[in-house]
C-alpha cells in the first residue's frame, strides 16, 4: 500500500497563532512519514506541554501527550515493550531543555532508537512567553525584563557530547529542507536529535523568521563532513551571523533496544505468553492489581 498525505490528515485544525512555526513542522513530519513510506498505525508521538506538544492532535497518528518534560522516559517505555513502533518525540525548548535535560542526556548516550525534535522557538510559548534555557543572552522578556543573564543551552552541542549517533538542526521556515532531515532522522537506526528553529511570531520578537533566513547555511554545501565529531561540535558552537543547519553528525553503534535480550524474540506486546499456564498468568496478575 502506498502512503500518502491524506493518510496523515486530520479534520482538527490547529489553534496554533497564524504564522506560527509549528506549521512548518507539521507539515515536514506529515511528508517526512509519507517519504519513508511509514502508515499511521506504524508511527507514535510522543509529546510533553507546550504549544508545539499539540501536534498530535492534528494529524492521524498515535499519539500519546505527557508531563511536561518527561516524553522521553514515555519513549523510552514505549520502545521496550513495543520496539516495532516507530517513536518520534516532538517537544519544546523548555521541555527539552529544562525539566527534561536529565532525560535528554541520557536518551543519548543509551542510544535509544527514536526521534527527538525539538521545537526550539527559544521562549515558552504557551505560558505567554517567559526566557527559555535556549534564550539567547540578553533576550528580553517577562521574565528577563533586564535581558536574560544566563548562557543558552545548545540541544546540538549537548547532543553530541551526550554520544549522540545522529545530530541534526533544522528550521521550520524551510519545510522541504526540514522534511529531508526527519525523514534521515526517522532511518537512522538509533539515537536521531533534530533542532529545529522555529519562529514564535507572537512572544519571540527577535528570532523571527527575517533573522534566521539571514542567518543560516547549509552545512552539506560548505563541505562539512559529518562523520567528523571533533568538526561537528565546532560547528555546533557557531551561533550568531551565520548558524549552520542540517546533518552535524551520523554515526553506528548499537541501539540500546538491540541489545536487551528480552527484546530479541520480537517485540514484547506482540508476544503470546505460551510458556505461562493460565494460573501463573492470573498469579502474576494478581500481584500487580
Ligand atoms: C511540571 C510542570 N511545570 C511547569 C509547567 C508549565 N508549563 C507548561 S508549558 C511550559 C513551557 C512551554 O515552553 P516550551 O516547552 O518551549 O513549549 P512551547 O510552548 O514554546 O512550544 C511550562 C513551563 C507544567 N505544565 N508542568
Ligand atoms: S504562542 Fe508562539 S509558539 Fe505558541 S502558537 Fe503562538 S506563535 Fe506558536
Ligand atoms: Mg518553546
Known amino acids: 500500500m502506498t502512503v500518502t498525505l491524506k493518510d496523515y490528515a486530520s479534520p482538527v485544525?490547529?489553534?496554533?497563532?497564524?504564522?506560527?512555526?509549528?506549521?512548518?513542522?507539521?507539515?515536514?513530519?506529515?511528508?517526512?512519514?509519507?517519504?519513508?513510506?511509514?502508515?499511521?498505525?506504524?508511527?507514535?508521538?510522543v509529546t510533553g506541554?507546550?504549544?508545539?506538544?499539540?501536534?498530535?492532535?492534528?494529524?492521524?497518528?498515535?499519539?500519546?501527550?505527557?508531563?511536561?518534560?518527561r516524553p522521553l522516559p514515555i519513549a523510552t517505555g514505549i520502545r521496550l515493550a513495543n520496539h516495532?513502533?516507530?517513536v518520534l518525540v516532538v517537544h519544546g525548548d523548555g521541555d527539552s531543555m529544562?525539566?527534561?535535560?536529565?532525560?535528554?542526556?541520557?536518551a543519548a548516550r543509551r542510544n535509544l532508537d527514536l526521534v527527538d525534535l525539538i521545537q526550539n522557538n527559544q521562549i515558552y510559548?504557551?505560558?505567554?512567553?517567559?526566557?527559555?534555557?535556549?534564550?539567547?543572552?540578553?533576550?528580553?522578556?517577562?521574565?528577563?525584563?533586564?535581558?536574560?543573564?544566563?548562557?543558552?543551552?545548545n540541544p546540538v552541542a549537548l547532543a553530541l557530547a551526550a554520544g549522540a549517533t545522529f545530530v541534526a538542526r533544522g528550521f521550520a521556515g524551510d519545510t522541504k529542507g526540514l522534511a529531508d532531515l526527519v525523514a534521515r532522522a526517522i532511518e537512522h537506526?538509533?539515537?536521531?536529535?533534530?533542532d529545529v528553529l522555529q519562529p514564535c511570531v507572537t512572544f519571540n520578537r527577535k528570532n523571527t523568521y527575517d533573522w534566521y533566513r539571514e542567518r543560516v547555511y547549509n552545512l552539506a554545501e560548505s563541505g562539512h563532513d559529518p562523520r567528523d565529531r571533533l568538526a561537528?561540535?565546532?560547528?555546533?558552537?557557531?551561533?550568531?551571523?551565520?548558524?549552520?543547519?542540517?546533518?552535524?553528525?551520523?554515526?553506528?553503534?548499537?541501539?540500546?533496544?538491540?541489545?536487551?535480550?528480552?527484546?530479541?524474540?520480537?517485540?514484547?506486546?506482540?508476544?503470546?505468553?505460551?510458556?505461562?499456564?493460565?494460573?501463573?498468568?492470573?498469579?502474576?496478575r494478581s500481584e500487580f492489581m
Not at 49 to 69: A, E, Q, R, W
Not at 133 to 150: C, N, V
Not at 189 to 194: E, F, N, W
Not at 242 to 268: C, D, H, S, W
Open 49 to 69: 506541554i507546550g504549544c508545539g506538544s499539540k501536534l498530535p492532535d492534528y494529524m492521524h497518528v498515535n499519539g500519546f501527550m505527557t508531563l511536561h518534560g
Open 13 to 45: 485544525k490547529p489553534t496554533w497563532c497564524p504564522g506560527c512555526g509549528d506549521y512548518g513542522i507539521l507539515a515536514a513530519i506529515r511528508q517526512a512519514l509519507v517519504q519513508v513510506g511509514l502508515a499511521p498505525h506504524e508511527v507514535l508521538i
Open 189 to 194: 537506526r538509533g539515537y536521531a536529535l533534530v
Open 98 to 106: 529544562g525539566l527534561g535535560m536529565g532525560h535528554f542526556i541520557h
Open 232 to 284: 561537528a561540535y565546532q560547528k555546533a558552537l557557531e551561533w550568531g551571523d551565520r548558524i549552520p543547519l542540517g546533518v552535524f553528525y551520523q554515526t553506528e553503534r548499537p541501539t540500546y533496544e538491540e541489545q536487551v535480550v528480552a527484546l530479541k524474540e520480537g517485540p514484547l506486546a506482540l508476544r503470546t505468553l505460551t510458556k505461562l499456564s493460565l494460573q501463573e498468568v492470573e498469579q502474576l
Open 125 to 153: 510559548g504557551l505560558t505567554k512567553g517567559q526566557y527559555s534555557p535556549t534564550s539567547d543572552p540578553g533576550f528580553i522578556t517577562s521574565t528577563s525584563p533586564e535581558g536574560a543573564l544566563e548562557g543558552a543551552a
Open 84 to 86: 516495532g513502533l516507530k
